[in-house]
């Protein structure tokens, strides 16, 4: 076996839109540079994602220069959102945590709104280096995280996704894989390890760039959702919760938190350092 790379990389600059591949990105202390930095919030502030809205996975948002992203959709004008330069900050809600935000200009809800038909708004992470701290129990001081769901950044193998489409193979909704990669919406894609290898990792690096693994990533509805059409199925959950259950929890993935930072590129290797 050829040792392993790093065998795609993806941003996703408004949470739960839909995802971008790139060859190289820049590792930032709070996840890789222009990932999720933007998150659309309902009228009480609360985060609005693909497990409410399916359809967000039909809108691309490509990055802009200092921040700012141009939103895009079938059927809808392009619109650039640009960071605002001076705002005041509002508190909103992901997960039961309320942290502060800085609101896009008004056209920028206009144009969500109108295209999910309700009442939404598009915020943006002004400060990552402090408004946002990781899960205490997993992180060291001082340590933030963007608006991913609650780690810098998130690692899956091409080798267990291969071994997952095969056990969805043999099960009752076989016909609904194989399951592509964007299901699992990870950051980094590893190829050349061994299936389920990464549950035993402790710390790894890409290229010059190290992380610790701190924790598996526990996945939920939204890898049901196909993220072309944006239809729900029962895969991989149902699979998961056979084959791949921790606690309550089904588990795919390893989330992961940089101990400094650089560029990464598709193919720099990647080693297992712990």
Not at 21 to 26: H, I, L, M
Not at 55 to 65: C, D, H, Q, S
Not at 122 to 137: C, E, F, G, K, T
Not at 187 to 204: F, I
Request: with cysteine.
């Amino acid at each position: 076996m050829a040792p392993p790379v790093l065998r795609s990389l993806h941003l996703h600059p408004v949470k739960s839109l839909a995802a971008l591949t790139v060859d190289e990105a820049v590792v930032e202390p709070w996840g890789l540079a222009g990932d999720r930095r933007w998150m659309v919030v309902d009228g009480a502030g609360t985060a609005v994602t693909q497990r409410q809205e399916p359809r967000l996975t039909g809108i691309v948002a490509m990055p802009l220069p200092n921040g700012g992203v141009e939103l895009s959709a079938p059927g809808s004008a392009p619109l650039a959102v640009a960071v605002p330069e001076r705002a005041d900050t509002v508190v909103v809600e992901l997960f039961g945590k309320k942290f502060e935000v800085i609101e896009a200009a008004p056209a920028a809800h206009a144009w969500l709104s109108g295209f999910l038909g309700a009442e939404v708004r598009l915020v943006h992470q002004d400060a990552p280096s402090y408004r946002r701290p990781v899960d205490p129990a997993y992180a060291r001081p001082g340590e933030t995280v963007s608006l991913a769901d609650g780690y810098p950044l998130l690692v899956t193998t091409a080798a267990s996704l291969e071994a997952l489409n095969a056990l969805i193979s043999r099960g009752d909704h076989r016909g609904e894989g194989p399951l592509p990669m964007n299901r699992f919406r990870p950051n980094v894609v590893v190829d050349g390890t061994d299936p389920w290898e990464e549950d035993g990792w402790r710390r790894v690096a890409i290229g010059a760039v190290a992380f610790r693994v701190v924790k598996p990533s526990a996945r939920c509805v939204i890898t049901t959702i196909d993220q072309s059409t944006a239809e729900r199925g029962r895969e991989p959950l149902r699979t998961l919760a056979l084959h791949r259950r921790a606690g309550t929890k089904l588990i795919f993935g390893q989330n992961l938190v940089p101990e400094g930072t650089g560029t990464v590129r598709v193919g720099d290797p990647f080693r297992v350092l712990e």
